[in-house]
């Protein structure tokens, strides 16, 4: 599975358990339209540590936080290029 | 000490220096201060609320900071209730501060239940007219300590102490536009109410369910120069496509940990901003201000004398200053300060290098994104499921909320190892479902491992980590 595929299905399986409507899945998505909350992140960053072994925000002091769905998924595509960072 | 004691906030507004033009602004409504100088949001009736003790329970910041004005200097107690109250604890509240009258406004639930024999109106429109002035009291003000289980606790604050850590400044020619992604009824909101009014400033006031983005840009809007929010409103901030919206020139985050990635993401994206982090709680008052940009605090301020002193026992942060809580008041509670005056935060500390850092909460209470939960409540749920036969619910470190909450079980039978993992999937649902039906969204545990064992010490308590 791609990481965008990982990200999006995670996404997909938080919304339906916080019972929560999603907002189309693009790739300019504004994350915080998204319908997901701060949690919500919180959950999916703490899953996503766990299936793909990186955090990227934590990892590493250089990562901006993500605005749209292309910048969270492109912080995983880096974290995962560099191999410091992955536990 | 302040430069010199306010009598009340409304002698402060009436302060010849202050600039006119000021406001608070809230997201569909505003106010002039220059007028409450010469009116009323309470239809004139302040003076029937003097001497009382005056639960303020508006249902929008707005009217509560007018009521706050109004009022100061006026009621005997001003008890501030927050917006999450719920409804069953307010006879307790009535009955243990004393309540005998009501300030609501036209959004507020129906108080009429309670055994209060005055309720006023507040109005978000001030009506001109000349207010009478009675012999002014030294108002005590009352505020809900944040996220404790049960009813809330009260803590009493005087404004003297409420306003000791707010420095004047010195050039009041360019007025300081205050903005906080706070709700004033809690201490971190109200310090910044405080600022705002005492400084010769405006305020945005932000509003519950309102989108970041909007909020940013009506920040925006309003010019706002000096803001302040938890570590998470600040992630949400940068994490909204409204960011640029507002260019302040003071960023102060306090309520959570500030740790170094939240600090150095803001200094990049608000180059010109002086970004600072402040510890301060409900009871503890404002503790100090770090402003080098670094997580953590130097490691000399603690034992130095002066206006707030510090010590460290056991690891947790203890505080004495002319800015703590005086006491709490109702129900069977202990004292909030020990003999010599400090008062024990419960934030714990460790020491790395010439600063230290915090590190967690004592007892292991978890603050998720600003909003505090016991293990023990969320184990109690875990451990009503007839195969669990222990657990231990933890913080795990998390950029978006600060902490998250997990699970660690040991079930009374280990499952067998021929379709453990469909019979460990089902648990695990059952567990949550369990947890969901009892408990708010924050407090369910986000992941849960099955363990065969967990470390009891040896006066049998389970071994918990500093959240």
């Not at chain 2, 302060?15 to 809230?26: K, L, N, V």
């Amino acid at each position: 599975m791609t990481t965008k595929l990982t990200i999006t299905s995670q996404i997909q399986k938080i919304a339906d358990e916080q019972s929560i409507t999603l907002a189309p899945l693009v790739d300019d998505m504004v994350l915080l339209d998204s319908g997901l909350d701060s949690l919500c992140f919180a959950i999916l960053v703490a899953r996503l540590e766990d299936l793909l072994g990186v955090d990227p925000f934590t990892a590493s002091d250089d990562v901006s936080f993500p605005v749209t769905l292309r910048d969270f998924v492109v912080a995983y595509e880096n974290a995962a290029k560099c191999p410091s960072l992955t536990a | 000490m302040p430069q010199s004691a306010p009598r009340s906030l409304r002698d402060w507004l009436d302060d010849g220096e202050s600039a006119p033009g000021r406001h608070i602004w809230a997201r569909h409504a505003s106010i002039a201060l220059d007028d409450l100088a010469h009116g009323s949001s309470l239809g004139g009736r302040a003076l029937e609320l003097h001497g009382r003790s005056v639960l303020v329970a508006t249902s929008h910041q707005l009217t509560a900071a007018l009521a706050l004005i109004e009022l100061d200097g006026v009621a005997r107690r001003l008890v501030l209730l927050p917006p999450d109250a719920r409804f069953e604890h307010l006879p307790a509240v009535v009955a243990d501060a004393g309540i005998d009258a009501i300030v609501s406004d036209a959004g507020a639930s129906d108080h009429g239940d309670l055994a209060v024999p005055l309720h006023v109106t507040c109005s978000p429109v001030i009506e001109p007219m000349t207010v009478g002035r009675l012999a002014p009291h030294q108002t005590e003000w009352v505020l809900f300590t944040s996220g404790t289980t049960g009813a809330p606790k009260m803590v009493t604050h005087s404004l003297s102490g409420l306003t000791a850590a707010i420095k004047r400044s010195q050039n009041r020619k360019d007025p300081v536009v205050w903005g906080t992604f706070y709700d004033i009824r809690r201490y971190g909101g109200l310090q910044i109410f405080l600022r705002a009014v005492l400084d010769g400033g405006s305020l945005v006031l932000s509003e519950a369910k309102e989108p970041t983005a909007s909020h940013l840009v009506r920040l925006g809007k309003r010019g706002v120069t000096h803001i302040s929010g938890t570590p998470s409103h600040w992630r949400r901030a940068l994490m909204s496509s409204a960011g640029d919206a507002i260019s302040p020139q003071y960023v102060r985050l306090s309520g959570e940990i500030a740790d170094q990635a939240i600090l150095d993401n803001l200094r990049a994206f608000y180059p010109q901003a002086r970004i600072g982090h402040a510890y301060a709680s409900t009871e503890a008052g404002v503790g100090f201000d770090v402003n080098d940009g670094l997580e953590g605090f130097p490691a000399s301020m603690i034992g130095q004398s002066g206006d707030v002193q510090m010590k460290v026992v056991d690891g947790s942060l203890q505080i004495r200053s002319n800015r703590t809580a005086t006491q709490y008041i109702g129900g069977a509670v202990a004292a909030l300060a020990d003999h010599e005056g400090f008062v024990d935060t419960g934030d714990m500390l460790e020491l790395r290098g010439d600063r230290y850092h915090f590190v967690g909460r004592k007892g292991g209470i978890i603050n998720v994104g600003g909003l505090k939960v016991h293990p023990e409540e969320v184990e109690a749920i875990i451990n009503r499921h007839p195969d669990v036969r222990m657990s231990l619910v933890r913080a795990r470190k998390n950029p978006f909320t600060g902490s998250i909450v997990v699970a660690e079980i040991v079930l009374k039978e280990q499952p067998e190892s021929g379709g453990a993992g469909a019979q460990v999937g089902a648990l695990r649902r059952e567990i949550l479902e369990r947890c969901r039906a009892a408990l708010p969204q924050h407090k369910v545990p986000v992941m849960i491992s099955f363990v065969p064992a967990l470390t009891v010490g040896e006066a049998g308590k389970l071994a918990r980590p500093h959240a």
